[in-house]
Every structure is written in structure tokens, then in C-alpha cells.
């Protein structure tokens, strides 16, 4: 039962590295203009009563690096 909780342990403290270093990818993307969430080809229609938005090449971005990610880490 240790060894569970103590991979959990570090299992968790990676997650929260992995999420302070998108976090801070993000912030700092905007400054360089890297603007994700509005790139060329993200799909915005704005009406009289609402509007629609869908980050269509945001998405498909972040999958293409979380895939490549994965591919790197992978265990065998």
C-alpha cells in the first residue's frame, strides 16, 4: 500500500509541474504573440444575439504536442 500511495505522491507532484509549465507557456505565449485560442483558422461567428467560438486550429495544435509528448514518454 506504500508503494501505491508514493507513486500517486509523485505521480500527482508531476502533474502539477506539467500544468505550472503550460500555465506558464500560455502567459508567456502572449507576449511573444503566440495567441492561442486565436489563431488563423479558429472559428468565430458573432450574431445580433449571441456568439459562437470554436478553436478549431488551437485544438488541433495542442493534440499534435500532447501527442508528440506522449510519444516521447512512452514506456515499452
Not at 502533474?15 to 495567441?35: C, Q, S, T
Request: hydrophobic residues 55%; proline residues 3%; contains cysteine.
Amino acid at each position: 500500500m506504500r508503494e501505491i500511495m508514493e507513486s500517486m505522491g509523485r505521480w500527482l507532484i508531476g502533474a502539477g509541474i506539467l500544468l505550472v509549465v503550460a500555465g506558464m507557456v500560455v502567459m508567456l505565449g502572449e507576449r511573444v504573440g503566440i495567441r492561442l485560442g486565436r489563431l488563423p483558422g479558429d472559428i468565430r461567428v458573432e450574431g445580433k444575439h449571441g456568439a459562437f467560438y470554436f478553436p478549431v486550429v488551437t485544438c488541433i495544435l495542442i493534440s499534435v504536442v500532447l501527442s508528440v509528448i506522449s510519444w516521447l514518454f512512452r514506456s515499452r
